[in-house]
């Protein structure tokens, strides 16, 4: 099945700071999709995104998908941003479910 | 709110119980899923239902038993757990199969004693 990495793992950011969060997969994707997780455990939807770029508010995302990665970019990160990140994809080629990015912990700092 | 409810939120179970978490989803999706999130791995996909019928199953232990009696509902019960089987339980649901983007409930947040 597909493989899903994601960079960095881990990030620490100052209030303000913009960042950018890499996935990396190994096959042509059907669905791409990335997610925070809140410290409660919560997946939030945050972009659907097999190819293309996407805004919303102070989020963005791009799928360069016939190069085979995703950027989410974050600017002006707030403390709220704070939590796991991750990327999911599907190749329906290969097989019928989302695979999973281990994430990136993110944490905003005052 | 994304729609899909989880309860219980938290659950401490002995490992004779039995138990069962129940999900709902209230966008009128016709697939529902389960997914199990243990510390350090990657969410891992136990169960799959599209229209009502079981369509994968991730080689998941017997101890856990899928339940989907309609489109909104998606139950897991659990009897003779083992402290490995601790983690985090996500419900998901999509309009049709894994192509949809999916939407995750609350969780459930499991501890085997």
């Known amino acids: 099945g597909i493989q899903v990495e994601q960079s960095p793992p881990d990030l620490i950011l100052q209030e303000g700071a913009n960042s950018t969060l890499r996935c990396n997969f190994s096959d042509s994707v059907n669905n791409l999709q990335w997610f925070h997780q809140n410290p409660w455990g919560q997946l939030i939807n945050l972009f659907y995104?097999?190819?293309g770029t996407k805004q919303n508010g102070r989020l963005s995302a791009t799928t360069v998908a016939t190069e085979r990665y995703s950027l989410l970019y974050i600017s002006s990160s707030q403390t709220t941003d704070s939590g796991v990140y991750f990327c999911?994809?599907?190749?329906?080629?290969?097989?019928?479910?989302?695979?999973f990015g281990t994430g990136t912990r993110l944490q905003v700092t005052l | 709110e994304t729609g899909v409810t989880q309860t219980p939120r938290h659950l401490v179970m002995g490992m004779t119980n039995k138990k069962s978490l129940k999900c709902e989803q209230h966008l009128g999706h016709n697939a529902m899923y389960w997914y199990k999130q243990s510390a350090k791995k990657p969410l891992e996909l136990m169960f799959v239902y599209n229209f009502k019928e079981q369509t994968e199953n991730n080689s998941v232990p017997s101890r856990f038993s899928p339940e989907c009696p309609n489109s909104s509902h998606l139950f897991l019960h659990l009897h003779t757990l083992q402290p490995e089987d601790s983690a985090l339980y996500l419900c998901?649901?999509?309009?049709?199969?894994?192509?949809?983007?999916?939407?995750f409930g609350p969780g459930t947040r499991l501890t085997v004693l």
């Open positions: 998901a649901s999509s309009q049709d199969g894994a192509l949809n983007e999916q939407f």
């Open positions: 995104i097999p190819s």
């Open positions: 999911a994809a599907l190749n329906t080629g290969t097989a019928s479910k989302l695979t």
